[in-house]
């Protein structure tokens, strides 16, 4: 039964423009059940239409419904929401679910049923009920028109996997026979248990297992679950559950077809398909597999995260692959994982020849959808912070033209302003570089969803989860500009700003698509105010746009930009003859022709003008800069001493500068322009600083090391380190001059100071008295102890991981009162490494660079290495280091053939080999080894995965059985065991015997083949090696 409403409403109830009361109808589709057992959960469902003639506000297009109701002893009531609801001029289907109806006590409740926009104005309410009974007083009627009832869990669970399986429970109850159906969104209603008999009421327990398709793309869906009896008759209240589908790490496929499944042996077949792997750069390959009898693969390249298309286009089914029917499983590889399977049929008939060089049936292509399709990475960083952008890459499949979108929460929809492709349905990549919004909230965890949309049409949601970090930034509060400026007239920027961390700000400033430009000086004239004088565009324009930004110097650090916006209108006659531009009569010929980032150019001049202007200049083709001080009209030239600082973004080398005078009615004066250099800066820059040790003994010795650099190139770098005493240690001359980027230094100092406690000194770097700095580094004092002391070690360089044939280097460092030993141990007995006894040494410690060498038996996997020095006081030092002994990385050969074994002397043999090294780009030598003798056979360079390698050799001067060992060896002549070539060598090609052709099988012998094989075989293995041994077939076919 469809009960037809017609909700009135005025614009005053709705902010709608030209609304009529019939123009917004609801029809109810599913209103409660008259009798509603105790505790199940109610659903209300219908439809909803505004008519195409109504215009909402850009900010109410969507609306939602509303169901109230009271529980007992709930006063305010409760509210059940409809998803939001797109007023397109459609009717548009909605469903409220309510939970937990155990809430309500048993007979009448009543729902109050409205629409209601976002700027929470309502319509006007209509009203339905619904009885709450006892389960077991639902009456029932043998035979009759009553619909079955299905219960089920409240929720199931919120994520899925594409390859998951949906299941819960679900108990039916009906006085007729019935079936389980479900449905995906508004999908295609499909059957999800057998048939069961009538349970009218106690019900019937049921167990669902729902499998999620393919064509389900990541995003969020509901699944509709509900029975229908033998009447045709479906369930008045359905479950009805929200879920969301997530990417899943594992190659998928889809659209896979093959001409056809009816074939014989040898016979060409097409198979074409799509495969996609959500992470960008892996490799991924499809594999064809029949069975235990035979695998082919294709190698479909790198993913990008984006459907790829493969293709078999002649593939011939394998002789090794039985006659009868056989299945064949496709599945994408990636190097962790694979896909689902997809299942082929086969049946395979006998040979025929004739049939072998058929060509496969074309494949229609995939059809292109409408949507348009857009595929976004796997996951975004889980954390970003104000001072960052939130880059993402998206691939975007449309046949028609479309746009990407994006929003935070539950904000307005942002289009992404990008120069976008044209469009025939192949995907196009798109990068997005997404600034946060002012106003996101930091210290909590947001939502970040991008799509695509053309002509109303709505990709598959993306919707990513971060935590938007609390940064210390410099914020602006507010800014201020002219709502309307003449066209190239002067304008002022006003605003506020705060400085939580009171470092040195710069403040960044962009005019429409103009380039970006810093200025150091904009203080107004209160503490923490802007005051920005600029030139408005020398054009007409309804919106500019000028974006600010402030930088601090010391945290390197941005705040969120602040933008305004203003409008350009005309300014002076041109045609006035009043209108003259003004004039700079005297300047300079030229200027200095070196300077230093951050020296003034210092440059007077004499410019008149008829009105009111200002001095402006531009380095080479940047943006212009205008000096705020305005000078009043002169008929006279007015004389002018300019200082312009050369900002810190000029780089070394050649450069211009225009200086000009610009007046209120937005006209230019030519130009005067000089050319100057800009000399690389000398001034070291030193970085980090590393104190060992960090607490010494009085008067020992300490070691501060760090790096420094200086721009220019070729000069000589000295360093000292000054005490606070005023004294200084010995200069360091580096021995590479400066060469443009961070340089190592180490300075050795006897610690000058005999009080225990913390004590500070400066590292001093210079390339001339002019141009030096300093940075200060703490250390503290000890008291020195009595003798003997304990020995100390340090032990550095070493690594986590080692390969079973690598050497562990160290480098020790040894503080001893006494002489002595170092030893290692790796689990078994104590090894030592020095060969003679160390003589004691304290200030400077003994240092020594040495190679422990890996016993040969050694086990892979973790250990322990223990490192320890032990005088001749017994007095003892430890250090222990956890690493991993793993196969080393040496090339290997899974599978060598050759086309013929039975060869003659000095005849030229093929071999094919697939080879594969753990390191890309090894460079590797193949060879052959035969009773003792190594030859080489060639060369190829090993990149990822396993490589062919096609080669021939000559067979030596040898007679009889031959055991041909294939040898591959890296650029660090490193070989794994050998793959063994077994074969007959003949004196010359008459003695070679010819092979005879394999008989046919005799269909009747129905024995099988008996095999003796040894009793054991080697009980260890590597994972390359083969193993080998010998047994005995007896067959009478």
């Known amino acids: ?25 609801i029809e109810l589709s599913n209103a409660p059940a008259e009798h509603h057992p105790k505790g199940q959960r109610i659903t209300i469902s219908g439809q909803v239409k505004l008519s195409e003639s109504v215009e909402m506000y850009p900010d109410d297009e969507m609306f939602y419904v509303v169901a109230l109701t009271h529980p007992e002893g709930d006063t305010f009531g409760q509210e059940f929401y409809s998803a939001d609801i797109n007023s397109d001029g459609e009717w548009k289907q909605f469903t409220i679910v309510i939970d937990g109806s155990e809430n309500y006590g048993l007979g009448k409740h009543t729902f109050t049923i409205f629409a209601r926009t976002y700027t929470s104005e309502e319509s006007e309410q209509i009203e339905t009920y619904f009885n709450v009974v006892d389960p077991s007083d639902v009456p029932v009627t043998p035979g009759s028109d009553s619909k079955p009832t299905i219960t089920g869990p409240d929720n199931i669970a919120s994520q899925y996997n594409p390859s998951d399986d949906i299941k819960f429970d679900v108990t039916v109850t009906d006085d007729k026979g019935f079936e389980v159906y479900y449905k995906f969104d508004e999908g295609e209603e499909k059957p999800c248990s057998d048939k069961y008999p009538s349970s009218p009421r106690t019900g019937i327990k049921i167990t669902l297992k729902i499998d999620i398709p393919d064509s389900l793309e990541p995003g969020h869906h509901q699944l509709h679950v509900y029975a229908k009896d033998d009447a045709d008759q479906a369930s008045e209240t359905p479950l009805v559950y929200n879920f969301e589908v997530i990417r899943e790490n594992k190659p998928r496929l889809r659209n896979v077809h093959v001409s056809k499944t009816e074939v014989h042996n ?35 390249g790198q993913s990008d995260g984006t459907w ?54 074309p494949t229609p292509d995939p059809i292109v959808p409408d949507v348009p399709e857009l595929f976004a990475p796997g996951s975004i960083d889980a954390e970003y912070r104000p001072s960052q952008s939130l880059p993402i890459v998206v691939n975007v499949s449309s046949k028609y033209a479309f746009k990407v ?43 970040f969803i991008v799509y695509a949309r053309g002509d109303n049409r709505k990709s598959t949601e993306y919707i990513y989860k971060f935590n938007f970090l609390e940064e ?59 005051h920005l004088t600029i030139s408005a565009p020398g054009y007409n324009q309804n919106v500019n746009k000028l974006v600010i930004r402030l930088y601090d110097t010391e945290s390197n650090l941005y705040s969120r930009p602040k933008t305004v916006t203003f409008s350009t209108t005309d300014g002076y006659d041109s045609t006035d003859p009043t209108n003259s531009k003004p004039e700079i009569v005297e300047a300079p010929a030229s200027i200095n022709p070196n300077y230093d980032v951050g020296q003034n150019i210092e440059i007077a001049i004499k410019v008149k003008d008829e009105k009111k202007f200002r001095m402006c200049y531009k380095f080479d083709s940047r943006n212009e800069t205008v000096l705020e001080t305005e000078y009043p009209s002169t008929s006279t030239p007015t004389p002018l001493n300019l200082q312009i600082t050369i900002p810190s973004t000029l780089s070394p080398g050649q450069h211009t500068i225009s200086i000009y005078a610009k007046d209120e009615s937005g006209q230019d004066s030519d130009p005067k322009t000089y050319t100057f250099n800009i000399n690389a800066d000398q001034t070291p820059v030193i970085g980090t600083l590393t104190v060992n040790p960090e607490s010494q003994e009085q008067y020992g010795f300490v070691t501060v090391s760090g790096t420094v650099s200086v721009e220019a190139t070729g000069k000589t770098i000295k360093l000292k380190v000054i005490f606070t005493t005023g004294e200084s240690s010995d200069v360091t001359v580096l021995e590479d001059k400066s060469t443009g980027q961070p340089q190592n230094f180490e300075i050795t100092f006897t610690n000058p100071y005999g009080e225990v406690g913390a004590h500070t000194a400066r590292v001093h770097a210079e390339t001339d008295p002019t141009y030096s700095a300093e940075k200060e580094f703490s250390y503290s004092v000890r008291a020195t102890p009595p003798d003997p002391r304990d020995p100390i070690l340090i032990v550095e360089q070493v690594k986590s991981k080692y390969g079973n044939d690598e050497q562990i280097s160290i480098k020790v460092k040894i ?38 060498t890996l016993p040969e038996d050694i086990v892979l996997g973790s250990k322990v290495l223990t490192i320890y020095v032990q005088d001749n006081n017994e007095k003892r030092a430890t250090k222990r280091f956890e690493i991993e002994i793993i196969q080393a990385q040496k090339p290997y050969i899974r599978k060598c053939t050759s086309p013929k074994y039975n060869v003659f002397q000095e005849e030229k043999v093929e071999i094919t080999c697939e080879i594969m090294h753990p390191r890309v780009g090894q460079t590797t030598r193949v060879l052959y080894e035969v009773d003792g003798d190594e030859r080489d056979i060639g060369t ?61 099988p005799d269909p009747n012998d129905n024995d099988p083949p008996v095999i003796a094989p040894p009793d054991n075989i080697n009980s260890e293995y590597e994972v390359t090696d083969a193993i080998e041994f010998d047994m005995s077939v007896t067959d009478d076919s």
């Open 308 to 361: 790829k298309q493969f293709e078999m286009e002649n593939y011939a089914i394998s002789s090794d692959v039985p006659v009868g029917k056989i299945r064949a499983f496709i599945r994408a590889y990636h190097r962790t994982d694979t896909s689902d399977d997809i299942v082929i049929p086969f049946e395979i008939k006998n040979d025929d020849p004739e049939i072998a060089q058929r060509t496969p049936e």
């Open 940 to 1000: 190829l360079i090993l990149n990822d995965g396993w490589e062919t390698f096609k080669g021939e050799f000559q067979v030596p001067f040898i007679d009889g059985a031959k055991t041909f060992k294939i040898f591959a060896i890296d650029e660090a002549d490193k070989r794994y065991s050998p793959y063994v070539l077994n074969f007959m060598v003949y004196e010359n090609e008459q003695n070679v015997p010819t092979r005879t052709p394999t008989p046919e």
């Open 405 to 447: 979108y994006y929003k935070f929460d539950d904000s307005d929809e942002v289009e992404a302003t990008i120069e976008y492709p044209q469009t025939n349905g192949a995907f196009v990549t798109i990068s997005l570089n997404i600034e946060f919004p002012e106003d996101l909230q930091m210290g909590s965890e947001h939502r």
């Open 1 to 25: 039964m469809f009960l037809s409403l017609f909700i009135l409403s005025s614009s005053k109830k709705f902010k709608l423009r030209n609304i009529q009361p019939s123009d917004f109808q």
């Open 472 to 530: 210390i930034i410099p914020k602006i509060k507010s800014l201020n500009a002219p709502d309307s400026v003449t066209a190239g007239n002067f304008m002022d920027i006003t605003g506020e700003y705060e400085n939580p961390s009171g470092h040195v700000l710069d403040l960044y400033y962009k005019l429409n698509e103009e380039d970006e430009q810093s200025k150091t000086d904009f203080a107004g004239e209160t503490e923490n105010s802007i």
């Open 266 to 300: 040898q016979e060409f077949v097409k198979i074409k398909g799509e495969v996609i792997y959500p992470e960008s750069g892996e490799q991924i390959s499809v594999k064809i597999i029949f069975g235990e009898y035979h695998t082919d693969e294709i190698y479909v």
């Open 815 to 852: 503080q001893a009162d006494a002489n002595f030993n170092i030893y290692y141990n790796l689990g078994g007995e104590d090894t030592k490494i020095t060969q003679t006894e160390i003589q004691k040494q304290w200030n400077p410690p003994y240092e020594h660079n040495y190679d422990l």
